[in-house]
């Protein structure tokens, strides 16, 4: 729109008139997806008194001809979509009678109003206004009035229903009424705001707009309860709340203060509030203003209002009063070019998106304070009526406005993204951000509190009320205890031997007294170089009883790698055997060889040494990969493995009384097997140590499952998932409990192991530098219902552990928003070995534990809390990726990928960097002999119906297996490069006559010479008015008409010739069907 000194010009001409930019983007975005009533304006009345209906049927008539937006049509042509009168015409007013239904009456009233509310324009055949009356009795009436906001805002609600008012007066009386000459159309002003944007002020606006959204967020990133949908229905809902006077008051204060509005600051902390919740410190607004500043606009029904797109940055850590001040600078920005539409922006710069989700910005923030939308008829009782549309444009609205108790929140949210409770919790929220700011201004906006003390008492306790008994006696002492309860029970069994208990403690004693005889002290690190088995077992043990801490080496490593491990650990003494301990010459240690006979070592039998052990002594230092490749050696107490032994026992119920079989197919440098063996040598159960030659090979190991009769198996979902493709899952399973843990465990492999029946199944989480495990979640004990995360939730803390989900400041956040895991409790390693600068970052002082010294470990894992108080692993901090200005998890990708039927496994990879990068899938077929491999382009398809275009991959690999690292999980660096003629630089060529005729069409449009087949429009520069371009060279190429979301859902030239094909298939079965009717008529 034009400055207010511009006078709008009528039309040169009659006929289809071209649309406003917001009306275009409307009638775009009603296409793309047909049926929505989010863009419906309701209204309705219960009137009481004498009704005159024809005087009402009159005012209707005359204000339909008075204003010709409310019989306006919308086509589209050859040259974009375009608007048609239609002549005055009688409004058709459809009529109910209830009033034989005195009981039910209203209630069915109700319904039908919502109904009607509640139903689509179809606005190429439909003029945008509907009325409805129905009568309750021979006084009581209601009247539903519904438009399309394609034609209608807010102050047009309030034309509407003052001069409807006035007409029904004038008609009662018999008079003409006085309503001012409306001197223009709204098709007047839409072709004059179309010529107006070659005018010099606008330019300079729509100018200043490019740089202040250039390199804006594509999207706000806002944690939603369930999953966005490739194909949302903007079904919505309401919920209030009202700030008291005197936090109304401190916030008008604190506007003054810094020389303010109201809204200016409401703003500030909505700002503040979504940052919090997205995690960004960049964030996009909407901001509805009239949009009527020419004088002549003043009583024309049509969409004139205009949407401020306002971006606050909220970098370099802002106290609110600074943010404030931002915020003030961007309004008034904004208001000085508030000439240019929000929609005109939006069709120029949203390249390559679907319409699915409002581009630029998603939340909007309104200020009530347009004309008053009052109804008054003559001589009657009316009263306003609520509406439930049902239905709302944008993720977040949030409507405010000053009422007699305060100041009302009006928060409406879709309901395909979120709970009620979750909305309303951000007003809570907002509430307590408001009230601190208002306390001290001067505050970081990220240290403002956002959780009431009840939040914060149930998040930082209750949530972690895990307080546990664990004894005196550490595991190798426990383990000593087994030894006297059942000496010849086996304890240990690998492929060459079987240990009982006694034989494992004397083998274990051996060691121990070398050891000692060799100066060892306590505490001293002692490497462990030896191959996966039951005698690797037998020297962990006799490290312990020695007094050390036993340090895992992989003997397999290159020697320079084992050197440096050994260097980094302090090991100076390394136990190892005829293999392993002469490529340790060159680290420079002494070694223990226990195939050789270590003459001279000293005493090489003996009782247990029962020398006196501090829990806090180091039990085991284990290494895990460092981000500058540089690995870490974590140094793990006793008391912290005590903690974790009795814990998971706890958690699966073993016990003494009744010891189990427990199987780890891990080796021992790693402790993911750790789950297994120290529960399974504490509790006086037997340990099955499972070598690579079985554990890889789905028939023996099915076969060892089996004869051993496993009751505890642990696993990464990734290895069993390749066991089970190979074999029967059933066969592959414990009898009592299957430990998945590693990585994130999908549930199509949960469900599936749960599914065969022979056993539990509990999903493992915990980072090494909190003893093995932290957090457990047993299949099955919490229905989610159609909230159920991407992945099986990690659960809850196991027993002395504490778990807080934190942001960037380490404020605890609320239910559902995703922060980092911090992890507290008696689990906590004591640091890094030799790494005091990178132990210090990683674990700091617990603020929350209530005990001096107590510390967290920062994991670096991206969680958040159910609302059931569950936790849900997200993926790593640094996994996040940025495609297409798009923030997209990962694991979320896989996550979907893993539910196709013929998909077994997936893997999702960023390749590339900046405006290059994008998503390469990689997955396994499933094992089925009735099925064929996945074909790339169905899996693209499936996938572009379940998530949002920005998520679907631009590549995908079939791949035999995924590479595995020695810890079971994937080894995404293994990954080959996809290897399709796309990445390659080159196009698939047209294949199909339709094809053909599509890809040219498309390489026309786009500007470029070819478009190959696989190609995705949307990454080529294709946006919405393309589409319309394109769908009417499609329509006249092939004679049918294509929707227009099918260039969304199908984005490239061979799925658009699928969606084609099948419509001329359809139309040339209709044309038959037709021709066969008409033959037999004759």
Same mark, same amino acid.
Request: proline share 7%; charged share 20%.
């Given at each position: 729109?034009?400055?207010?000194?511009?006078?709008?010009?009528?039309?040169?001409?009659?006929?289809?008139?071209?649309?406003?930019?917001?009306?275009?983007?409307?009638?775009?975005?009603?296409?793309?997806?047909?049926?929505?009533?989010?863009?419906?304006?309701?209204?309705?009345?219960?009137?009481?008194?004498?009704?005159?209906?024809?005087?009402?049927?009159?005012?209707?008539?005359?204000?339909?001809?008075?204003?010709?937006?409310?019989?306006?049509?919308?086509?589209?042509?050859?040259?974009?979509?375009?608007?048609?009168?239609?002549?005055?015409?009688?409004?058709?007013?459809?009529?109910?009678?209830?009033?034989?239904?005195?009981?039910?009456?209203?209630?069915?009233?109700?319904?039908?109003?919502?109904?009607?509310?509640?139903?689509?324009?179809?606005?190429?055949?439909?003029?945008?206004?509907?009325?409805?009356?129905?009568?309750?009795?021979?006084?009581?009436?209601?009247?539903?009035?519904?438009?399309?906001?394609?034609?209608?805002?807010?102050?047009?609600?309030?034309?509407?229903?003052?001069?409807?008012?006035?007409?029904?007066?004038?008609?009662?009386?018999?008079?003409?009424?006085?309503?001012?000459?409306?001197?223009?159309?709204?098709?007047?002003?839409?072709?004059?705001?179309?010529?107006?944007?070659?005018? $010099? #002020?606008? @330019?300079?606006? *729509? %100018?200043?707009? +490019? /740089?202040?959204?250039?390199? =804006?967020?594509?999207?706000?990133?806002? !944690?939603?309860?369930?999953?966005?949908?490739?194909?949302?229905?903007?079904?919505?809902?309401?919920?209030?709340?009202?700030?008291?006077?005197?936090?109304?008051?401190?916030?008008?204060?604190?506007?003054?203060?810094?020389?303010?509005?109201?809204?200016?600051?409401?703003?500030?902390?909505?700002?503040?509030?979504?940052?919090?919740?997205?995690?960004?410190?960049?964030?996009?607004?909407?901001?509805?203003?009239?949009?009527?500043?020419?004088?002549?606009?003043?009583?024309?029904?049509?969409?004139?209002?205009?949407?401020?797109?306002?971006?606050?940055?909220?970098?370099?850590? $802002? #106290?609110? @009063?600074?943010? *404030? %001040?931002?915020? +003030? /600078?961007?309004?008034?920005? =904004?208001?000085?070019?508030?000439?240019? !539409?929000?929609?005109?922006?939006?069709?120029?710069?949203?390249?390559?998106?679907?319409?699915?989700?409002?581009?630029?910005?998603?939340?909007?923030?309104?200020?009530?304070?347009?004309?008053?939308?009052?109804?008054?008829?003559?001589?009657?009782?009316?009263?306003?009526?609520?509406?439930?549309?049902?239905?709302?444009?944008?993720?977040?609205?949030?409507?405010?406005?000053?009422?007699?108790?305060?100041?009302?929140?009006?928060?409406?949210?879709?309901?395909?993204?979120?709970?009620?409770?979750?909305?309303?919790?951000?007003?809570?929220?907002?509430?307590?951000?408001?009230?601190?700011?208002? @306390?001290?201004?001067?505050?970081?906006? +990220? /240290?403002?509190?956002?959780?009431?003390?009840?939040?914060?008492?149930?998040?930082?306790?209750?949530?972690?009320?895990?307080?546990?008994?664990?004894?005196?006696?550490?595991?190798?002492?426990?383990?000593?205890?087994?030894?006297?309860?059942?000496?010849?029970?086996?304890?240990?069994?690998?492929?060459?031997?079987?240990?009982?208990?006694?034989?494992?403690?004397?083998?274990?004693?051996?060691?121990?007294?070398?050891?000692?005889?060799?100066?060892?002290?306590?505490?001293?690190?002692?490497?462990?170089?030896?191959?996966?088995?039951?005698?690797?077992?037998?020297?962990?043990?006799?490290?312990?009883?020695?007094?050390?801490?036993?340090?895992?080496?992989?003997?397999?490593?290159?020697?320079?790698?084992?050197?440096?491990?050994?260097?980094?650990?302090?090991?100076?003494?390394?136990?190892?055997?005829?293999?392993?301990?002469?490529?340790?010459?060159?680290?420079?240690?002494?070694?223990?060889?226990?195939?050789?006979?270590?003459?001279?070592?000293?005493?090489?039998?003996?009782?247990?040494?029962?020398?006196?052990?501090?829990?806090?002594?180091?039990?085991?230092?284990?290494?895990?990969?460092?981000?500058?490749?540089?690995?870490?050696?974590?140094?793990?107490?006793?008391?912290?493995?005590?903690?974790?032994?009795?814990?998971?026992?706890?958690?699966?119920?073993?016990?003494?009384?009744?010891?189990?079989?427990?199987?780890?197919?891990?080796?021992?440098?790693?402790?993911?097997?750790?789950?297994?063996?120290?529960?399974?040598?504490?509790?006086?159960?037997?340990?099955?140590?499972?070598?690579?030659?079985?554990?890889?090979?789905?028939?023996?190991?099915?076969?060892?499952?089996?004869?051993?009769?496993?009751?505890?198996?642990?696993?990464?979902?990734?290895?069993?998932?390749?066991?089970?493709?190979?074999?029967?899952?059933?066969?592959?399973?414990?009898?009592?409990?299957?430990?998945?843990?590693?990585?994130?465990?999908?549930?199509?492999?949960?469900?599936?192991?749960?599914?065969?029946?022979?056993?539990?199944?509990?999903?493992?989480?915990?980072?090494?530098?909190?003893?093995?495990?932290?957090?457990?979640?047993?299949?099955?004990?919490?229905?989610?219902?159609?909230?159920?995360?991407?992945?099986?939730?990690?659960?809850?803390?196991?027993?002395?552990?504490?778990?807080?989900?934190?942001?960037?400041?380490?404020?605890?956040?609320?239910?559902?928003?995703?922060?980092?895991?911090?992890?507290?409790?008696?689990?906590?390693?004591?640091?890094?070995?030799?790494?005091?600068?990178?132990?210090?970052?990683?674990?700091?002082?617990?603020?929350?534990?209530?005990?001096?010294?107590?510390?967290?470990?920062?994991?670096?894992?991206?969680?958040?809390?159910?609302?059931?108080?569950?936790?849900?692993?997200?993926?790593?901090?640094?996994?996040?990726?940025?495609?297409?200005?798009?923030?997209?998890?990962?694991?979320?990708?896989?996550?979907?990928?893993?539910?196709?039927?013929?998909?077994?496994?997936?893997?999702?990879?960023?390749?590339?960097?900046?405006?290059?990068?994008?998503?390469?899938?990689?997955?396994?077929?499933?094992?089925?002999?009735?099925?064929?491999?996945?074909?790339?382009?169905?899996?693209?398809?499936?996938?572009?119906?379940?998530?949002?275009?920005?998520?679907?991959?631009?590549?995908?690999?079939?791949?035999?297996?995924?590479?595995?690292?020695?810890?079971?999980?994937?080894?995404?660096?293994?990954?080959?490069?996809?290897?399709?003629?796309?990445?390659?630089?080159?196009?698939?060529?047209?294949?199909?006559?339709?094809?053909?005729?599509?890809?040219?069409?498309?390489?026309?449009?786009?500007?470029?010479?070819?478009?190959?087949?696989?190609?995705?429009?949307?990454?080529?520069?294709?946006?919405?008015?393309?589409?319309?371009?394109?769908?009417?060279?499609?329509?006249?190429?092939?004679?049918?008409?294509?929707?227009?979301?099918?260039?969304?859902?199908?984005?490239?030239?061979?799925?658009?010739?699928?969606?084609?094909?099948?419509?001329?298939?359809?139309?040339?079965?209709?044309?038959?069907?037709?021709?066969?009717?008409?033959?037999?008529?004759?």
């Amino acid at each position: 729109m034009a400055t207010s000194g511009s006078v709008i010009a009528r039309r040169a001409a009659d006929g289809p008139a071209p649309l406003s930019f917001a009306q275009e983007l409307i009638w775009l975005m009603d296409r793309a997806s047909p049926g929505i009533t989010a863009w419906n304006v309701a209204r309705a009345w219960r009137i009481h008194g004498p009704l005159d209906l024809a005087s009402l049927q009159a005012a209707f008539d005359a204000l339909s001809a008075r204003h010709e937006a409310l019989r306006t049509i919308f086509t589209a042509t050859d040259d974009g979509p375009r608007a048609v009168v239609r002549a005055p015409q009688p409004v058709p007013i459809a009529r109910f009678d209830l009033s034989d239904y005195a009981e039910h009456g209203p209630a069915e009233a109700e319904r039908l109003v919502r109904e009607q509310a509640q139903t689509p324009f179809d606005l190429a055949n439909q003029v945008p206004l509907r009325v409805m009356l129905v009568r309750l009795g021979d006084q009581d009436w209601i009247l539903s009035v519904d438009t399309h906001h394609i034609v209608s805002d807010s102050w047009s609600k309030s034309i509407v229903s003052r001069e409807l008012g006035q007409l029904y007066a004038s008609g009662r009386r018999g008079t003409t009424a006085a309503l001012p000459v409306i001197p223009l159309t709204f098709s007047d002003f839409a072709a004059w705001e179309r010529d107006a944007g070659h005018t $010099p #002020t606008l @330019a300079a606006s *729509l %100018a200043y707009w +490019r /740089a202040q959204l250039a390199d =804006a967020p594509a999207a706000l990133d806002l !944690p939603v309860d369930r999953p966005r949908a490739a194909a949302p229905r903007f079904a919505g809902a309401g919920t209030v709340a009202i700030l008291p006077p005197d936090l109304l008051d401190g916030i008008k204060r604190l506007a003054r203060a810094n020389d303010a509005t109201l809204y200016m600051t409401l703003l500030a902390a909505f700002t503040a509030l979504l940052a919090r919740y997205s995690g960004q410190d960049d964030v996009v607004v909407g901001s509805p203003i009239a949009g009527r500043s020419q004088s002549e606009t003043e009583g024309v029904v049509g969409y004139f209002a205009n949407t401020l797109v306002l971006r606050t940055r909220l970098d370099g850590e $802002p #106290t609110f @009063a600074q943010l *404030l %001040a931002r915020v +003030r /600078a961007t309004c008034l920005e =904004a208001y000085e070019h508030q000439e240019v !539409p929000a929609e005109q922006l939006i069709l120029e710069l949203q390249k390559g998106g679907q319409l699915t989700q409002a581009p630029l910005f998603q939340v909007i923030l309104a200020m009530e304070d347009t004309l008053p939308d009052v109804l008054s008829l003559d001589g009657l009782k009316v009263r306003a009526l609520d509406v439930d549309l049902g239905a709302t444009k944008f993720d977040l609205t949030l409507r405010i406005a000053e009422v007699s108790d305060g100041l009302r929140l009006s928060l409406w949210y879709r309901t395909d993204l979120f709970l009620e409770g979750t909305a309303q919790r951000l007003l809570s929220h907002l509430r307590t951000l408001l009230a601190a700011a208002v @306390a001290d201004p001067t505050r970081p906006c +990220r /240290a403002l509190p956002l959780l009431s003390e009840a939040e914060r008492h149930a998040l930082l306790v209750e949530h972690n009320a895990t307080t546990a008994p664990i004894g005196p006696a550490a595991v190798h002492a426990q383990f000593e205890a087994a030894v006297r309860r059942s000496p010849q029970a086996a304890a240990v069994v690998d492929d060459a031997r079987t240990y009982t208990y006694a034989a494992l403690n004397a083998e274990a004693n051996r060691l121990a007294h070398r050891l000692l005889a060799r100066g060892v002290e306590a505490g001293q690190p002692v490497g462990l170089a030896l191959p996966r088995s039951a005698r690797a077992v037998a020297a962990l043990l006799g490290v312990l009883k020695a007094g050390a801490a036993f340090v895992p080496l992989d003997p397999a490593l290159p020697e320079q790698r084992l050197a440096a491990l050994i260097a980094e650990s302090g090991v100076r003494l390394v136990v190892g055997d005829s293999v392993s301990s002469p490529r340790l010459g060159g680290s420079g240690v002494a070694t223990v060889d226990l195939d050789g006979d270590d003459s001279g070592a000293g005493p090489s039998g003996g009782g247990d040494p029962g020398l006196p052990i501090s829990l806090e002594g180091t039990a085991y230092v284990v290494f895990t990969s460092g981000s500058t490749g540089v690995p870490k050696g974590v140094a793990v107490s006793h008391r912290n493995l005590l903690n974790y032994a009795t814990a998971i026992s706890a958690r699966l119920g073993a016990s003494r009384s009744d010891p189990w079989t427990f199987a780890t197919v891990s080796p021992l440098w790693v402790d993911l097997g750790y789950t297994a063996v120290f529960p399974a040598l504490c509790s006086g159960g037997t340990l099955h140590v499972i070598g690579d030659d079985v554990a890889l090979d789905a028939a023996r190991f099915a076969a060892r499952m089996t004869t051993a009769e496993i009751d505890v198996l642990k696993i990464t979902p990734t290895h069993l998932a390749a066991l089970s493709d190979r074999s029967a899952m059933a066969g592959l399973l414990p009898r009592r409990w299957l430990v998945l843990g590693g990585e994130a465990c999908p549930w199509n492999l949960a469900e599936r192991a749960a599914a065969a029946g022979t056993c539990a199944v509990l999903n493992h989480y915990g980072p090494t530098e909190t003893t093995v495990g932290a957090c457990t979640f047993a299949l099955g004990e919490r229905d989610f219902g159609d909230l159920r995360p991407a992945t099986v939730p990690i659960g809850r803390p196991l027993g002395n552990v504490r778990c807080y989900v934190l942001d960037a400041a380490q404020q605890p956040l609320p239910p559902g928003i995703p922060g980092e895991l911090y992890i507290g409790g008696m689990g906590v390693a004591a640091g890094y070995v030799n790494r005091p600068a990178v132990s210090a970052e990683r674990f700091i002082p617990d603020p929350f534990g209530g005990s001096a010294g107590g510390r967290l470990y920062r994991t670096g894992d991206r969680v958040r809390r159910l609302p059931s108080g569950e936790l849900e692993f997200l993926g790593r901090l640094d996994d996040q990726v940025k495609v297409r200005g798009f923030r997209v998890e990962l694991g979320e990708i896989e996550s979907v990928l893993a539910q196709h039927p013929l998909v077994g496994q997936a893997a999702a990879v960023l390749r590339g960097a900046g405006g290059e990068a994008r998503v390469a899938a990689y997955v396994v077929p499933r094992s089925s002999p009735a099925s064929a491999p996945p074909d790339a382009g169905d899996v693209r398809t499936w996938l572009a119906e379940r998530l949002p275009d920005y998520m679907v991959p631009a590549a995908f690999v079939v791949v035999e297996r995924l590479p595995l690292g020695p810890s079971g999980k994937v080894d995404r660096s293994a990954l080959p490069h996809p290897d399709s003629p796309e990445a390659e630089g080159g196009t698939v060529s047209p294949r199909t006559p339709t094809e053909e005729r599509i890809a040219a069409i498309w390489a026309e449009l786009l500007g470029v010479e070819r478009v190959g087949v696989t190609t995705n429009f949307l990454t080529l520069g294709f946006h919405s008015i393309l589409a319309i371009r394109g769908l009417n060279e499609l329509n006249r190429a092939f004679g049918v008409r294509v929707p227009l979301r099918s260039f969304f859902d199908s984005p490239t030239v061979g799925q658009l010739a699928a969606v084609v094909d099948a419509e001329v298939a359809q139309a040339e079965e209709r044309e038959f069907e037709r021709a066969l009717r008409e033959v037999e008529q004759c």
